[in-house]
């Protein structure tokens, strides 16, 4: 039977294919998405004769990952190759947005449009080097070399078990892998698996603009979202001092959070972006003369080796400062200013325990009716601070999802090799330069696997967002056992989650392929 996905053509076609099947996060489309991969992979005759080995795994969201293991029953030894196939929306596109999943018919109108692009991407749309299209980058070009490295093990009868796993929700909350993190741990402990390795697929994404680089990662970039929520005093705007508005004292504290760099990390010659604002909001709904009295906001701080306690600790100590000097500041006006409370989550919650008692706090943290998780836990704080008028002059810090631990395996034996080897293929081959990162910037769901932070961070997370466990919850405990090293290797791309999105043609049907091909035999299959 001829060989469906190991020619340059072939990938090429298969990978145009994965992007006409839309699957933005959140709609029908991601939700359909994971049938049309099981019906892919039953072009394979292998899984028609083991059906079994496909397996869907539901989210929380009730959306569907998938498994699917090719066995080799001459090892445990196992592999997993893991991708996302949901992408960002298309509103970007503007015109073009009908054609954002059509690479041929997109690449077509670029050019015919072409003087609406700059120089730079001119050169790049006439040079027909790249295929353009939602989704072509980030990140179906993984999905695409992964069922092709896929389809090569089957026919070829590798002696290492592969387990392809392409999940939903990266771009959001990564619903996807933390399900999917829970259900692969237990099988391979039930299969007595022995994992040696999990390879992302995630594409090389630029250090600075209109980088023509290409980058392999040994780790992912974590991040955490630490927030805050103030509740202040209302008041007629007649007579400011009779309360105290949340917006002052939010955007004082936002001011020191946002840009500070004592939240940056270096690693080797590494270093993580600055701290910026998602999120800062007063919670008024309507105009009036009354002040604001409370007010949210939740801010983006990445994460080599620290933890998200630590990050934490770290954010409690430059909000309680700020309030003493914003307490400091209003004395210089206010007659008498009531003492502005600064609390963590954890401490609101035993507060309001000891005076509500425990099953009006379950209630309301159960009732809350909100399926974004961010204004989820928003709306239980303000909940709960609504109890009683002891609450008034209240500053809350807490956790807000998505949290993604750092991951490194920079380290590891084996990383080194294959970075090593992947770097000299390449030079060899294609005469591709290729620059070793630790942290993959772009944030992926590698961030679900080997676990490596103490038990603390992991409580002082749960306890400290809001709703953890019914709303939003991460498996720490599976994610110990995945605890095999990770290695990022994709194609070459471009613009990511931008109109002009597009990845190199040959780095993704011939290069990288090539790559992986000799990856799995030197270091799996030939020793």
């Not at 500053?395 to 750092?406: D, E, F, G, R």
Request: charged share 25%; with cysteine; aromatic share 12%.
């Amino acid at each position: 039977m001829r060989l469906l996905w190991q020619t340059p053509e072939d990938r090429l076609s298969l990978l145009k294919d994965l992007v006409k099947h839309d699957s933005i996060t959140n709609t029908d489309g991601e939700v359909n998405f994971p049938f049309y991969i099981k019906q892919t992979l039953k072009q394979l005759d292998y899984f028609n004769e083991h059906d079994s080995h496909i397996k869907f795994i539901e989210t929380s969201d009730h959306k569907n990952a998938v498994a699917a293991m090719y066995r080799s029953r001459a090892t445990d030894d196992t592999v997993i190759i893991m991708s996302h196939f949901d992408t960002v929306d298309v509103n970007d596109y503007g015109p073009y947005e009908t054609l954002a999943f059509d690479c041929d018919a997109l690449g077509k109108v670029y050019e015919e449009n072409i003087t609406e692009f700059d120089s730079y991407h001119q050169n790049d749309i006439k040079s027909n080097k790249y295929l353009f299209g939602r989704g072509v980058m980030d990140m179906k070009s993984g999905l695409m070399m992964h069922l092709s490295i896929l389809e090569k093990a089957i026919h070829e009868a590798w002696p290492i078990n592969i387990i392809l796993l392409t999940v939903p929700d990266e771009e959001v909350n990564s619903s996807g892998m933390r399900s999917a993190v829970t259900e692969l741990s237990d099988f391979i402990e039930q299969e007595n698996l022995n994992l040696l390795l999990i390879m992302n697929g995630e594409p090389a994404f630029s250090q600075v603009p209109h980088d023509d680089n290409y980058y392999i990662y040994n780790g992912s970039i974590g991040k955490v979202t630490p927030s805050v929520f103030v509740y202040g005093k209302e008041t007629h705007v007649g007579e400011p001092l009779n309360g105290l508005s949340a917006t002052y004292l939010i955007s004082r504290i936002n001011s020191e959070i946002e840009y500070n760099s004592q939240f940056t990390e270096r690693f080797k010659d590494e270093e993580t972006p600055l701290p910026v604002s998602l999120y800062l909001k007063d919670l008024k709904e309507d105009y009036n003369v009354q002040t604001p009295f409370m007010a949210s906001s939740y801010y983006n701080i990445f994460l080599f080796e620290q933890s998200a306690a630590h990050v934490f600790k770290q954010f409690n100590q430059i909000v309680e400062r700020t309030i003493s000097e914003c307490t400091r500041d209003l004395n210089l006006v206010f007659e008498e200013l009531p003492k502005i409370n600064v609390m963590t989550y954890e401490a609101l919650v035993k507060s309001m325990k000891k005076k509500h008692g425990q099953s009006l706090i379950d209630e309301i943290i159960d009732s809350v009716d909100q399926a974004d998780d961010r204004l989820y836990a928003q709306t239980v704080i303000k909940e709960l601070l609504l109890l009683d008028n002891s609450n008034d002059y209240t500053v809350v810090t807490y956790l807000s999802a998505p949290y993604y631990p750092s991951v490194n395996s920079g380290q590891e034996k084996l990383i080194k090799s294959i970075t090593k080897y992947t770097i000299k293929q390449m030079k060899k081959q294609f005469n591709r330069e290729t620059t070793k990162i630790y942290y993959f910037n772009g944030i992926s769901d590698l961030s679900y696997v080997n676990y490596t932070h103490d038990d603390s961070d992991a409580n002082i997370y749960t306890k400290n967002t809001p709703g953890f466990g019914k709303h939003y919850d991460i498996p720490f405990a599976a994610m110990k056992k995945l605890n095999a090293p990770v290695i990022n290797i994709g194609a070459f791309g471009k613009d990511a989650h931008q109109l002009t999105e597009r990845i190199d043609i040959k780095s993704v049907t011939e290069e990288v392929p090539y790559v992986l091909n000799k990856i799995f035999l030197k270091f799996f299959i030939e020793e």
